[in-house]
């Protein structure tokens, strides 16, 4: 079946670095592909989505491109702030329309 | 900005007690999901509810699931004897452009069972 798996937190960084959080996908199809981040206290939110191969979504600074070949959805950013701290989620799309979530990778940034 | 509501943000149960979760979707969005998340766990699907009715749900949304849309505007979940394992952070999302648009999420509702 559709599985998402990303790489394990924390991921612990200083502001101004470099950011990139490792995400594979195995689905039958073309599912849509979804960043989801989740700050302390709130709900998840959608940070960019992609919908077909060589895709690249962005928002925020983060961006991350559907790789249909390595069947992956890396997210980046190039210069990370104390209040990208949070925990971010990979997700397809499933064959119902519900997402498929990974496990989750927490960031926490210092100053 | 439209948002999701949930309520409560935070519930405390006795084993075997029914427990009723709240959601109020962004108010023309046609397609409505909950989503469970156990601590430390990933964001599971549980079952998705369009035109009055469930339309997918997971191997975990058993019978003592269920869901309901009591009167137009508000979106429940059920449990009707609460397990230990049942403790988690449940969000409610909705979409209004078709499954494929984005999903809004609720804050959540965390449920602890004792």
């Known amino acids: 079946g559709n599985s998402v798996t990303q790489m394990e937190g924390p991921v612990t960084l200083s502001e101004e670095a470099f950011l990139t959080i490792n995400c594979t996908y195995t689905?039958?199809?073309?599912?849509?592909l979804f960043w989801y981040v989740q700050y302390p206290g709130e709900g998840l939110q959608l940070l960019l989505k992609?919908?077909?191969?060589?895709d690249k979504g962005s928002n925020k600074g983060f961006e991350a491109t559907y790789r249909k070949e390595t069947t992956s959805f890396h997210l980046e950013k190039g210069s990370v702030q104390v209040s990208d701290s949070a925990v971010y989620f990979c997700?397809?799309?499933?064959?119902?329309?519900?997402?498929?979530f990974g496990t989750g990778t927490r960031l926490q940034v210092f100053p | 900005e439209p948002e999701v509501t949930q309520t409560p943000s935070h519930q405390v149960t006795q084993m075997g007690q029914e427990v009723i979760l709240r959601c109020v979707p962004i108010?023309?969005?046609?397609?409505f999901y909950w989503y469970r998340q156990i601590l430390g766990q990933k964001v599971e699907f549980l079952v998705s509810?369009?035109?009055?009715?469930?339309?997918?749900k997971s191997e975990i949304f058993d019978d003592q699931f269920s869901v309901e849309r009591p009167d137009g505007s508000n979106f429940t979940l059920k449990i009707r004897s609460t397990k230990l394992e049942d403790s988690a952070m449940y969000f409610c999302?909705?979409?209004?452009?078709?499954?494929?648009?984005?999903?809004?999420f609720g804050e959540g509702s965390r449920l602890t069972v004792l």
């Open positions: 997700a397809l799309s499933g064959e119902g329309g519900e997402l498929i």
């Open positions: 689905a039958t199809g073309y599912p849509s």
């Open positions: 992609a919908t077909k191969a060589d």
């Open positions: 108010s023309n969005h046609l397609y």
């Open positions: 509810f369009y035109n009055n009715e469930i339309s997918e």
């Open positions: 999302a909705s979409v209004g452009t078709g499954r494929t648009g984005e999903l809004f």
